[in-house]
């Protein structure tokens, strides 16, 4: 084939602002032709079904599927399901994209046989007014054991980290199908976990040092500011997930350990002083209770909290880790109080 379809995937919960700012362009305006607009409405509540109908109407290469809303998840489920293009990559509609990403994704797809591509972000926290660019190297892997002696290096220890991304990639449909590789239903970090699937299986990919997707990050709207009940299960579900791949590989590696050590700790400090105190949590102090013994008692994080006596310093890690292993609510928070204030004065100051 020289000119192979490719799927481009956008789910949409109420979004219509976005489509009335013209976002669609990033597609319209590729300077590869031969794609499918795959546009998931997954139960939006606002104008945003009546909005990509009306697409679908105006362009035959665009497709619209209604789903009841279930998550990110089920709605990227259903354009796999339904692609019908060579390879798939996905977009959010308040995000941007260089015009000849798709040109370059099936270029690099079809003469390297892959069945995953990787390329760089430009990052944009816009709540803080930093851009970050993000490359990850350039490297073709061509087995499983390939990849497994360069994971490490290329896709967990970059700057940015390559590992947790489902917009910078491309996939090969049929790879995909051939090993049933879904999305499950975690609420935030399910790009990680299918990640982490498809690792399990991928032998042909290749890394680009090359920089397609705009990225943006916004200060309200966004999981990382809401309160999530079974966020403390949804970390657990990734670390399984990443001992499932370690041991598949017979990955020993000490920095592997660390790295997952410091990370379920920093789950743990989210879930504790995070989630507990936001102001839409809507549980009682007994069962604030309840969960940080919940918390406390599970392995992984009795495995973080040994990792963090040895490797924390700083006043306000050690009061926090104090509170976590006296089981303390009320130091947790004062002492969030305390250094969130010292912080807001500082950037006054500033």
């Known amino acids: 084939m020289d000119n192979p379809k490719i799927s481009v995937m956008i789910c949409c919960y109420n979004v219509a602002k976005w489509f009335k700012l013209g976002k669609l362009n990033n597609i319209y305006n590729q300077t590869y032709k031969n794609w499918e607009l795959l546009l998931i409405d997954d139960g939006s509540t606002d104008e945003t079904p009546e909005i990509i109908n009306a697409e679908a109407k105006k362009e035959s290469r665009v497709r619209v599927f209604h789903k009841p809303n279930g998550g990110a998840g089920s709605a990227r489920n259903l354009a796999i399901d339904n692609a019908t293009g060579k390879y798939i990559c996905a977009f959010d509609i308040d995000d941007d994209l260089k015009p000849d990403m798709l040109e370059y994704c099936v270029e690099q797809m079809e003469a390297k046989h892959l069945d995953m591509l990787v390329f760089g972000l430009e990052v944009h926290e816009l709540y803080i007014n930093e851009v970050y660019n993000y490359s990850f190297g350039d490297k073709l892997i061509t087995s499983n054991k390939e990849l497994r002696d360069n994971y490490l290096e290329h896709f967990l220890f970059v700057p940015g980290g390559s590992n947790g991304y489902f917009c910078n990639k491309c996939y090969r449909v049929s790879f995909l199908n051939n090993y049933h590789l879904r999305f499950e239903n975690q609420r935030i970090q399910q790009d990680e976990v299918f990640n982490l699937l498809v690792y399990h299986h991928l032998q042909r990919c290749y890394i680009s040092p090359k920089i397609f997707y705009i990225y ?76 940080m013994d919940r918390v406390m008692n599970h392995p992984y994080t009795i495995e973080s909290m040994t990792w963090a006596m040895k490797n924390l310093r700083g006043l306000e890690n050690l009061l926090n880790l104090y509170a976590y292993r006296h089981r303390s609510l009320a130091l947790l928070s004062i002492s969030s109080s305390i250094f969130t204030g010292l912080r807001d004065l500082k950037h006054k100051l500033s």
Request: charged content about 35%.
């Open 216 to 291: 943006y990050i916004y200060n309200s709207g966004n999981t990382r500011s809401c309160f999530i009940p079974d966020r403390f299960d949804i970390y657990k579900s990734v670390r399984q997930h990443f001992e499932a791949l370690k041991s598949f590989w017979s990955l020993n590696d000490k920095r592997l350990d660390d790295y997952l050590d410091k990370r379920f700790y920093q789950s743990v400090d989210i879930t504790l002083r995070f989630n507990l105190q936001h102001p839409d949590c809507p549980w009682n102090k007994e069962e604030k209770r309840n969960e």
